[in-house]
């Protein structure tokens, strides 16, 4: 792996590192699922991913803490989703420099909106869940 790497968040190891120890404090135990390996003309693999996030009372606590008030109460959003089983399909593209022999980049892309969507039965409900969610920061999602 390049040492300047690129990914989601920036440059470098330190960059990735961040990325991958940020996500499972902020979601809690989660599983992931290699669904399909693609491999490209250009030096790129594709792989889709399913990660599979049970929302627990921490995770709300600390990816969705926009949904709950002073007083520790649930929002109606987030009763819905306590105990639930969110399936997150990512696309992670992995670039390799031929001249390195090195990945030089990888990039994760999570479709959040729909299996939120899907879980709270409105996309108005999706988007209140995901904006300033910290989920949505730790899977890498650009903005929602």
């Not at 627990?56 to 649930?74: A, C, G, P």
């Not at 892309?109 to 299996?115: C, E, R, S």
């Amino acid at each position: 792996m390049a040492t300047n790497i690129c990914v989601n968040s920036g440059f470098g190891i330190d960059a990735l590192l961040k990325e991958w120890t940020f996500v499972p404090q902020k979601t809690g135990s989660l599983a992931v699922q290699l669904v399909r390996l693609e491999y490209d003309d250009r030096a790129t693999m594709l792989a889709t991913v399913k990660v599979l996030v049970t929302i627990t009372e921490e995770v709300l606590q600390f990816s969705f803490s926009h949904l709950i008030d002073m007083d520790n109460r649930l929002s109606p959003l987030a009763e819905k989703l306590l105990g639930r089983q969110i399936v997150i399909p990512i696309m992670v593209r992995f670039e390799w420099d031929a001249t390195t022999a090195q990945v030089a980049s990888l990039y994760s892309t999570p479709d959040l909106v729909n299996p939120f969507t899907k879980v709270l039965g409105s996309l108005k409900g999706a988007a209140r869940v995901l904006n300033n969610s910290l989920l949505a920061v730790a899977l890498g999602a650009a903005s929602i």
